[in-house]
């Protein structure tokens, strides 16, 4: 088939025209989430763009195989396998076992991920249920000579590789410095860019998730999970693997050395990589306390498909600041255009080349380094324009694919939610038309009696900087 969609690939630092590894399929990899906490909204923006991406794929014909891992042991405070156990300090913090926590927050992640309609990836699979996968692959980094014990671990050694630092065109030195920002360093590994692959000398007594290898009683280190359940899964070549830009280094730079090590060739060619959501004090970051959760939008009363929209609106590649005015924005958008859409009238014949002409358009645009904001603005377009109702229903129906903001369905859910018809709601926005022109008139008396008249039959209207709104008592 036609390879028509082009993304910036971090691997060769450059937008790319992307081809498969088979013609028509895509092996496709995500860095699945460390289930120790409920996902901040920085954390869903990257699954978001990489529903988008996903979604982009399958709307212009592939068919995709997505795998996940769920990271449920050996991830560190530190990327650099260093600091403390992040499921430890999880289950510390709430008086439960790993595996509570585990199985807590991997449910809270995916109930988030349906508010926001991201596809639950076709495999999920939790890293402590690949143990023996992980043995097997250290086993054959160790007869290979590309992994070394020492202190009781077992470790990566990357002075064997021929260029270990793939992704970057930074110094040796420059990168060292993130490796070793907790300044905790390990005296076992022969080179400071080494990485663990196994753990039996842990520094952690209470360590709960242990299992038996070779090497003694111990737990994987993170970044053999994803190069392990993504092989179980996809074979030894893979198409596209994402993640957000802190994956890059050292994890997804650590994932390439031992995969490649393993395999003897080239393992994954398109490198997608998801830029930040920071709020006005920088990174968003799940070990700061109070941080930005899909619950607490709700609580204040935010539509999570508004957030959805929001990250659409900006480019992947760009970092994205968060605030609420932009957010109240979007949520006026959307509930604009989601009106727009629910009154269509969907019988009528469709104009095959008007949609034709439009479909094209909106995927001109996510073909185009996945331009998100700009398909937003096709289904703008297309709703201005003179076509029948029934066209651009049938439009909005198909871009909603993969903008998935519930395009079609909003406005009905929300009026079956208020209780209102479509009778009440044409009765109610005449007489708020009626009360805007007395107004107007500077008839105030008259603006006064249709507001007490719709009080009357249980509407109350407000006048806010956006309008006038209006609700049942
Ligand atoms: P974690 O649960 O920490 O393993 O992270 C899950 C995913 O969220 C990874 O792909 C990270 O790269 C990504 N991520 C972490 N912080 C942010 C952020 N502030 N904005 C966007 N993505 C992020
Ligand atoms: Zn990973």
Redesign the pocket.
Known sequence: MENKLSFYNTLTRKVEKFVPNVDGKVAMYT?GPTVYHFAHIGNLRSYICEDLLEKTLRYIGYDVKRVM?ITDVGHLSSDADTGEDKMLKGAKREHKTVMEIAKFYTDAFFSDCKKLNIKTPDVVEPATNCIPEFIHMITVLLEKGYAYEAGGNIYFDTSKLEEYYVFSNQSEKELLVGVRDDVDEDENKRNKSDFVLWFTKSKFDDQELKWESPWGIGYPGWHIE?SCISMKHLGEYMDIHC?GVD?IFP?HTN?IAQSESYLGHKWCNFWFHVHHLNDKSGKMSKSKGDFLTVSLLESKNYNPVVYRMFCLQSHYRKPLEFSYEVLDNMSAAYDKRVKRIGTLKRDGEVDQAKFDAYRAQFEAALCDDLNSSMAITVLYDMLKDDMSDATKFALAESFDQVLSLDLTTAHAAKEADNGVDAELEAFVLAKIEERKAAKKEKDFAKADAIRAELLEKGIVIEDTREGVKWKKA
Request: glycine residues 14%.
């Open positions: 860095c891992n994803c993640g994956n994890h994932e």
